[in-house]
């Protein structure tokens, strides 16, 4: 069995009075100033290391993260649910999503023909950081031996005033030059071999995120959905180590389906693009990770974020929702084309701290979840319950 499920009517609310002490690191490192330095992040990990295969490229401490992102000490996602999302703009299409959000049938979406390319300062870094995921396997080969490098999408600008949104084509290295490796101090920065791209380049703007607009990062984008099975139902699998910001090959609960937006430009009019687009690419990955037809479920968008550890990489979150059953989903996801990203739950040591939790994981502690999961299941929680959600209301 790839999934663990979790029920509905048994999930309670932890957000605030759960834990109040935000220094408590998504890798399971209970710090903060030890990570910090003149108000910059010590680097997660120093030169070019192929016998390295488990220091982390980005730093996961919340606490190291908020420090370092000062002005949003106070955002909903983070006294809420403790989640490393800010900026998150709450979304339905029709009638169906958050009463209260952006209908996304009201979007623009703008395309840029013109493809990201890295400013000539972090070039070096780029490739290092290219170089160095093929060493340790961080990125797979296809089936032809050609290295997997996706095209995808770049958020270059998300206006929700204008309600529009400007894509432009990006490729997963673009990510890893970029987004995903941002407190390595691969030396290829400048004269001080520390240099980051978080702490010397993509600097903060009086504590915040610069905009997506401003930004010299690739800002590919993340989806991330929640499956509910029948209303009461949810479909939670274990994410494994492949992932290229994980280095805990033990397991962690996840958010039913998620991945970099996938994006094959000859089957795109890129003359008429609307926000169809991004929900037809939500449902590649459901099909890709889960093996489910869109017509099997319903899909609605409910919240686009931007996630701290990785820079402000933007992320969208959806609830998909279907009246199969649990048994035909588990089997349906065992023969999906990417169900090796998961662990099935035999293949968990016998001392797994995720083993008691198996038969209830909605109530597992938070650390037993990846931080793009905990946030994707608090957003998809709220919408199903009529719950204050983890983000400010406009």
């Known amino acids: ?25 998504f890798a399971g490192v209970n710090v903060n100033i030890p990570l910090m330095e003149n108000g910059k992040i010590k680097p997660s ?9 488990t220091s ?9 993260i908020i420090s370092f992102y000062n002005a949003y000490e106070n955002a909903k996602e983070v006294v809420y649910c403790q989640a490393p999302y800010v900026e998150t703009v709450p979304l339905k299409k029709g009638d169906a999503g958050f009463e209260f959000g952006v209908d996304v049938n009201e979007i623009k979406v703008r395309f840029l023909k013109a493809k990201y390319t890295p400013p000539v300062r972090i070039k070096s870094h780029f490739d290092k950081s290219i170089e160095l995921f093929k060493e340790i396997g961080k990125v797979r080969k296809a089936s032809d031996g050609e290295w997997e490098n996706d095209i995808t999408v770049k958020i270059a600008d998300m206006n929700v005033e204008k309600r529009e949104i400007v894509i432009q084509p990006a490729t997963y290295f673009d990510q890893v030059g970029t987004n ?7 030396g290829a920065l400048g004269e001080t071999a520390s240099y980051t791209l978080r702490n010397d380049i993509e600097k903060t703007v009086n504590g915040t995120l610069p905009r997506l607009k401003n930004s010299v990062l690739a800002n590919t984008l993340g989806v991330a959905v929640v499956l509910v099975s029948r209303g009461e139902d949810v479909l939670i699998p274990i994410r494994g180590s492949e992932q290229a910001v994980m280095v805990d090959g033990k397991g962690k609960f996840h958010c039913s389906a998620s991945g970099v937006f996938s994006w094959d430009m000859d089957d795109t009019n890129l003359a008429d693009i609307d926000f169809e687009f991004f929900i037809n690419g939500m449902a590649r990955e459901i099909h890709s990770e889960i093996g489910l037809l869109k017509s099997e479920y319903s899909l609605t968008p409910l919240a686009f974020s931007r996630e701290l550890i990785r820079g402000g990489k933007p992320q969208l979150f959806f609830i998909a929702e279907t009246e199969m ?11 999906a084309e990417e169900s090796w990203e998961f662990l099935s739950v035999d293949d968990l040591a016998e001392d797994s701290q995720l083993r008691p939790h198996l038969n209830s994981p909605l109530e597992a502690p938070q650390e037993m ?26």
């Open 1 to 25: 069995m790839k999934a663990a499920i979790g029920n509905v009517k048994n999930y309670f609310a932890r957000f605030l009075k759960e834990n109040k002490n935000i220094s408590i690191g």
């Open 45 to 53: 990990r120093k030169g070019f290391d192929a016998k390295d295969t």
């Open 56 to 64: 982390p490229f980005v730093q996961e401490s919340l606490g190291a």
């Open 180 to 186: 995903l490796t941002l407190d390595w101090a691969s």
């Open 325 to 335: 059953g649990l048994d035909e989903l588990k089997e349906k996801m065992v023969g």
């Open 369 to 394: 979840f990846t931080y793009e999961g905990w946030m994707a299941l608090h957003v998809a929680m709220a919408y199903i319950r009529d719950e204050e959600p983890p983000f400010e209301i406009l």
